[in-house]
């Protein structure tokens, strides 16, 4: 199912977030199909790395 979304993804130049989503209904395993462009793809390697999208409080 992957490839096909990212054959579709790449044919209109989007791009995709795909997450497993676990029995206790957390996001897991996030990835992105399709290209991200530089400001994107840095955005989403630092949201990654931080483990969160909210700001520390």
Do not use: W, Y
Request: cysteine-free; hydrophobic content about 40%; charged content about 25%.
């Amino acid at each position: 199912m992957l490839d096909e979304l990212a054959v579709i993804a790449d044919a209109r130049k989007e791009n995709l977030l795909v997450v497993d989503v676990s029995p206790a209904g957390t996001a897991e395993n996030q990835h992105i199909i399709g290209q991200l462009d530089p400001k994107q793809a840095s955005t989403f390697e630092r949201v990654t790395s931080l483990g969160r999208t909210l700001p520390a409080t």
